[in-house]
Every structure is written in structure tokens, then in C-alpha cells.
């Protein structure tokens, strides 16, 4: 067990996870972050297979299994619901033990928290630099860093630090989501569906007894701010009923906008005694609902490997373990979001047709190496 102390600069997804197996394992850590509050944008998350695995590990699967919904089959469909291709989830389930799930983000962070040692965990701390292994916050407060992680983000300060700027792509599309009141019909209750229209798709599942985690997305030509009011929601109108009411009965207000970007690729996530994860050193397109998930597999392959090595061993042994996958992801990611919304009719007909005819099996096998384990 390594006992010297573990800085961790952002309390995401990440950042907690890593948190509860640093706990877990006896070592010592401290977690900044720099919001006032956890409050959590209206949104839900897909905890697949792998996250599972891992929170299966840390003793919360069953907990986290309670709050959220199962979802036993990932569908890609058409505007009127009609599927185009299917994955069943049963198989794995049955494998690892654990369910893909549905859930609230809210619930989500609420569960690690509370397995933290509250006075571990600090709010109301942005970074302003990073010298000499110390951290300096606004404000004027320091804290003296032995080993420091960066979990914080697509914009970390702590990368920034390490490698200077890195680029941001844009992948010209912008997102609303949005978590809304509403049952679906049994035939969907177990489900979560991509709708992929002319141009736009939507994405919807059941995440607890009485929500629904919806997302929509766009393109745009040169700024976000060509969507700017309510005329996006037009583009849905042909789309099933299903999808038309959850955005009719969803609060404009409770409606999060934002842009698709990725972080250029990087090959080196760790420099000395500090290491990025998640988001701060591979944030990708959320077209495979991987984004959380290949965070909260870093934070597990991480603490596994700070448990049996020195510092720079265990970042080496981190970095060689994650990358290849991470960067097939991240590649594949951003693929299907250009497939996912084209412009031409013909291009979309041609495109449902493939999906179709290919075999099941083959997607199936895309899921098993997606969804296992490096250790």
C-alpha cells in the first residue's frame, strides 16, 4: 500500500471514484474542487457494463442499482422508433454480475460522497498555478502537493500546468439535455434509444421510477449561438410522440446547452509525481456513452496501480494499460458523430441499411472488448 498522500484536483465523476478506491485502500487523500457546491446539472448518465464493474468493486453496484434503472438493451433507431440495430445487455450481464445502468448524475455523486471522509474533500478551491509541488487557489490559500492528479476536466488547470495548451476540437454540433417527469411505455421502460434523423438525433431513457434522461443534438455552421432560443425544438416535430412530449413537458429552464468537443490526442498523461485522468487528458464525444466510463476505469486502473508501485512506476504502468483503449474510443467516438447526423437523404437510407443487415454478433463483440477490464 502506498502511503504517501494523493492530491486530487476536480470532485467529477473521476475524481470521486478514484477518491473512494484511495479510501478503500488505506491511502491517504485529499480531493479540490473548485465549484462552491455539488450541484449537478439536469442530467442522466448510462453506467455501462465497465463502470459497473468497477463500482461493483467499491461495494456500491447494488446501491447504485436501486437509484437508477436497468437497461437491458441499447437501441439505435429511427425518428418513429423503428430499430435499426439492437444490443442485448443480458449476455454481459450474466458474465460480470452487474447491470448497465441508468441513473441521475445527482445519484450518482451522492453515493461516492458518502463514502468519503467529508473533511478529505474540499469545495471552493480553483486552482490559479501549480509550482514548486504546490498547489495556489484563488484566494490566496496553498497546499503542498506530494503526489497531485488532475481529474479536473477538458479545461485543467492541472494539464495546462504540465503540458501548456492543449487544442479543443469542435465537432460543430451542440447538445441540449434535460431530465423531465415522465413514464415511458412499458415496451421502452427497459431501454435506452438513439433517435438518428435528417441532420439532428435524440436519446432518451427511463433512469429511476418516475424521470427520464433525455439528450438532443444539432449542427451548427460556425457559432453554438445560431441555435440561440427555443427554434431548436423544431427540428424534433416529425419525431415520435414520445420524443415531442418529453421536450413539450420539459421546463426550458432545466434544459443544459452545450458544445461537442474533444481534446486533441495527447500520448503522455503524467510528468514526474503528477498524472491526469479522465476527462483532463482524453475528454471525447459522447457518441459511444463512454465519456464517465472510461474515467471511472482510469480512477480504478490508477489506484490498482499506486497500490503495488512506486509513483513513476505506477503512472508508466497506468498510461501503457489505458491508452490503446482509450484512444480507439475516442477515435470511434468521434466517427459515429459525423455517421450519426448526415445531411443527405440517400446518405441516411444507405446508412440504415448497413445497420440493419449487419450482423448482431458483430456488434455484440464491439461491446465485449469495450466493456472489459484491463486487470
Same mark, same amino acid.
Given at each position: 500500500?502506498?502511503?504517501?498522500?494523493?492530491?486530487?484536483?476536480?470532485?467529477?465523476?473521476?475524481?470521486?471514484?478514484?477518491?473512494?478506491?484511495?479510501?478503500?485502500?488505506?491511502?491517504?487523500?485529499?480531493?479540490?474542487?473548485?465549484?462552491?457546491?455539488?450541484?449537478?446539472?439536469?442530467?442522466?448518465?448510462?453506467?455501462?457494463?465497465?463502470?459497473?464493474?468497477?463500482?461493483?468493486?467499491?461495494?456500491?453496484?447494488?446501491?447504485?442499482?436501486?437509484?437508477?434503472?436497468?437497461?437491458?438493451?441499447?437501441?439505435?433507431?429511427?425518428?418513429?422508433?423503428?430499430?435499426?440495430?439492437?444490443?442485448?445487455?443480458?449476455?454481459?450481464?450474466?458474465?460480470?454480475?452487474?447491470?448497465?445502468?441508468?441513473?441521475?448524475?445527482?445519484?450518482?455523486?451522492?453515493?461516492?460522497?458518502?463514502?468519503?471522509?467529508?473533511?478529505?474533500?474540499?469545495?471552493?478551491?480553483?486552482?490559479?498555478?501549480?509550482?514548486?509541488?504546490?498547489?495556489?487557489?484563488?484566494?490566496? &490559500?496553498?497546499? #503542498?502537493? $506530494? /503526489?497531485?492528479?488532475?481529474? =479536473?476536466?477538458? +479545461?485543467?488547470?492541472?494539464?495546462?500546468?504540465?503540458? *501548456?495548451?492543449?487544442?479543443?476540437?469542435?465537432?460543430?454540433?451542440?447538445?441540449?439535455?434535460?431530465?423531465?417527469?415522465?413514464?415511458?411505455?412499458?415496451?421502452?421502460?427497459?431501454?435506452?434509444?438513439?433517435?438518428?434523423?435528417?441532420?439532428?438525433?435524440?436519446?432518451?431513457?427511463?433512469?429511476?421510477?418516475?424521470?427520464?434522461?433525455?439528450?438532443?443534438?444539432?449542427?451548427?455552421?460556425?457559432?453554438?449561438?445560431?441555435?440561440?432560443?427555443?427554434?431548436?425544438?423544431?427540428?424534433?416535430?416529425?419525431?415520435?410522440?414520445?420524443?415531442?412530449?418529453?421536450?413539450?413537458?420539459?421546463?426550458?429552464?432545466?434544459?443544459?446547452?452545450?458544445?461537442?468537443?474533444?481534446?486533441?490526442?495527447?500520448? &503522455?498523461?503524467? #510528468?514526474? $509525481? /503528477?498524472?491526469?485522468?479522465? =476527462?483532463?487528458? +482524453?475528454?471525447?464525444?459522447?457518441?459511444?456513452?463512454? *465519456?464517465?466510463?472510461?474515467?471511472?476505469?482510469?480512477?480504478?486502473?490508477?489506484?490498482?496501480?499506486?497500490?503495488?508501485?512506486?509513483?513513476?512506476?505506477?503512472?508508466?504502468?497506468?498510461?501503457?494499460?489505458?491508452?490503446?483503449?482509450?484512444?480507439?474510443?475516442?477515435?470511434?467516438?468521434?466517427?459515429?458523430?459525423?455517421?450519426?447526423?448526415?445531411?443527405?437523404?440517400?446518405?441516411?437510407?444507405?446508412?440504415?441499411?448497413?445497420?440493419?443487415?449487419?450482423?448482431?454478433?458483430?456488434?455484440?463483440?464491439?461491446?465485449?472488448?469495450?466493456?472489459?477490464?484491463?486487470?
Amino acid at each position: 500500500m502506498m502511503d504517501r498522500h494523493v492530491s486530487i484536483v476536480g470532485g467529477g465523476i473521476a475524481g470521486l471514484t478514484l477518491a473512494c478506491h484511495l479510501q478503500k485502500s488505506g491511502t491517504p487523500y485529499t480531493v479540490f474542487e473548485q465549484a462552491p457546491n455539488f450541484k449537478t446539472v439536469g442530467a442522466g448518465i448510462i453506467l455501462a457494463n465497465n463502470a459497473m464493474q468497477v463500482f461493483l468493486k467499491l461495494g456500491l453496484a447494488e446501491e447504485l442499482s436501486e437509484k437508477g434503472r436497468r437497461v437491458s438493451y441499447l437501441n439505435l433507431v429511427d425518428e418513429q422508433l423503428n430499430i435499426l440495430t439492437s444490443s442485448d445487455l443480458s449476455p454481459f450481464e450474466s458474465k460480470y454480475g452487474v447491470k448497465n445502468i441508468a441513473i441521475h448524475r445527482a445519484d450518482l455523486q451522492a453515493s461516492l460522497l458518502n463514502r468519503l471522509n467529508a473533511d478529505q474533500v474540499h469545495l471552493n478551491k480553483r486552482v490559479e498555478s501549480i509550482s514548486d509541488n504546490e498547489l495556489s487557489f484563488s484566494g490566496g &490559500t496553498k497546499h #503542498k502537493v $506530494d /503526489v497531485l492528479i488532475g481529474a =479536473d476536466g477538458i +479545461h485543467s488547470q492541472v494539464r495546462a500546468a504540465l503540458f *501548456g495548451e492543449v487544442p479543443i476540437q469542435e465537432a460543430g454540433q451542440v447538445c441540449w439535455r434535460g431530465v423531465v417527469d415522465y413514464q415511458l411505455p412499458d415496451s421502452l421502460a427497459y431501454q435506452f434509444n438513439e433517435a438518428w434523423g435528417p441532420s439532428v438525433r435524440f436519446g432518451f431513457g427511463q433512469i429511476n421510477e418516475r424521470q427520464v434522461y433525455w439528450f438532443a443534438l444539432s449542427k451548427y455552421k460556425a457559432s453554438v449561438s445560431e441555435w440561440d432560443g427555443e427554434d431548436w425544438k423544431q427540428g424534433f416535430n416529425s419525431f415520435h410522440p414520445v420524443v415531442v412530449d418529453l421536450l413539450r413537458l420539459t421546463p426550458d429552464d432545466t434544459i443544459h446547452r452545450g458544445e461537442i468537443s474533444q481534446l486533441a490526442w495527447q500520448n &503522455t498523461w503524467y #510528468k514526474g $509525481d /503528477v498524472c491526469l485522468i479522465g =476527462d483532463a487528458c +482524453h475528454a471525447m464525444t459522447p457518441n459511444m456513452g463512454q *465519456g464517465a466510463g472510461q474515467g471511472i476505469e482510469d480512477a480504478y486502473i490508477l489506484a490498482h496501480c499506486l497500490k503495488d508501485n512506486d509513483v513513476s512506476e505506477a503512472f508508466k504502468r497506468f498510461q501503457k494499460l489505458r491508452i490503446r483503449k482509450v484512444k480507439t474510443i475516442v477515435n470511434t467516438s468521434w466517427r459515429i458523430g459525423k455517421i450519426a447526423q448526415l445531411d443527405s437523404s440517400i446518405s441516411r437510407k444507405l446508412r440504415n441499411m448497413i445497420l440493419r443487415i449487419t450482423p448482431q454478433k458483430v456488434a455484440q463483440n464491439q461491446l465485449a472488448k469495450l466493456i472489459q477490464l484491463e486487470i
